[in-house]
């Protein structure tokens, strides 16, 4: 390299070696460049150190590796808190988009008023309601605490003086999912109920099942077991099929026809007489019985709720819940408006 030199052509001299005056922080952020380890024939040959000029202060400031505390945050943290964090976050969402006083909610939980919000809102207030612990901690509250409290704490605070809050909650929801699902389940229930009368009506249909008893009895003979029988459970009637003849060319089913054909030709417009069998057999017997089960045990889970509500002697101003939770009362409504 050519040697840096000055307006008479004599070699400047080499800078000053960093001022080791300077005592930074530990905490500063780092620049992390490649660091010359000769300056010989370079630019830097003629600069000087400008430390002097610079606001040290203010590169303490603004690079120091510690985080600005943020004043904001700083007061949210001072709130007293005792809702579960994610619980308090995802609630305040949801009180930010209902826009409703406490006392308009408050009052509709006592009355058990599923008509001020959505079902999908009355599952997120029972999934955020306070647990066991946070309404005992809750009950400790003075007004001086409830009043730096946030907005999700204040509103469970204040929900928490609700007697059995969650389990009205999910009382609350059953009664909406009570009538969807009554109305869901009612048009197949209706299907199998119309069937089942036409089946037990039709004068036809007994005659033919009289004949079957009959040949099955004569072939049953002598057996304890499946002789002598007044009756058979309906679902054998497809085994028919497969009681082969001896040479093994028909069934026992089509022994019944030539009889039926023969004999009792009379009987043959039996399938005039039920015309809901064919509508009712599209439907799952299996799925409505389980269907009608869970319906059942939401009904006892309530029941039991409002024997705990009223074992609790613990009411407030404008507590309907018995009277509007009464398991004849929800059947009622929902049955009557389907």
Not at 52 to 73: H, R, T, V, Y
Not at 124 to 142: H, L, N, T, W
Not at 162 to 186: A, G, N, T
Request: glycine share 4%.
């Amino acid at each position: 390299f050519t040697p840096m030199v000055g307006p008479d052509g004599v070699p400047l001299p080499p800078p000053p070696p960093p001022s080791s005056s300077l005592h930074t922080s530990s905490n500063l952020k780092r620049v992390n460049w490649d660091k010359l380890n000769s300056t010989e024939g370079t630019i830097w040959r003629e600069l000087s150190g400008l430390e002097d000029a610079l606001e040290l202060c203010e590169i303490e400031s603004k690079f120091s590796n510690q985080k600005p505390k943020d004043a904001k945050g700083s007061k949210q943290q001072q709130n007293p808190t005792i809702l579960d964090p994610k619980k308090a976050y995802n609630l305040s969402i949801l009180l930010r988009h209902l826009k409703l006083p406490v006392e308009q909610i408050k009052e509709a939980v006592l009355s058990c008023d599923n008509s001020l919000l959505s079902e999908q809102h009355w599952r997120q207030m029972e999934a955020f309601a306070p647990d066991q612990r946070e309404c005992a901690s809750y009950a400790q509250v003075d007004l001086t605490t409830f009043s730096a409290m946030g907005v999700a704490d204040k509103f469970s605070c204040e929900m928490s003086t609700v007697p059995l809050y969650r389990e009205r909650l999910q009382s609350i929801i059953f009664k909406i999912h009570f009538k969807e699902k009554v109305d869901e389940i009612k048009p197949d229930l209706e299907k199998i109920i119309e069937a089942s009368m036409q089946l037990q009506n039709s004068k036809n249909l007994k005659r033919i099942l009289e004949i079957v008893l009959a040949i099955g009895n004569y072939m049953n003979a002598g057996h304890k077991r499946v002789g002598a029988a007044q009756g058979f459970r309906i679902s054998y009637l497809p085994q028919l099929k497969g009681l082969r003849t001896s040479d093994n060319k028909s069934s026992l089913l089509h022994f019944l026809v030539a009889t039926v054909e023969r004999k009792f030709s009379n009987t043959l417009s039996f399938p005039n007489d039920i015309p809901a069998v064919v509508r009712a057999a599209r439907v799952s017997g299996q799925t409505l019985e389980d269907e009608i089960a869970d319906l059942s045990e939401k009904l006892d889970v309530t029941q039991r709720t409002i024997r705990a509500v009223c074992a609790s002697h613990a009411t407030a101003a404008g507590d309907k819940f018995e009277e509007v939770m009464s398991v004849s009362h929800v059947a009622a409504c929902s049955l009557g408006t389907s």
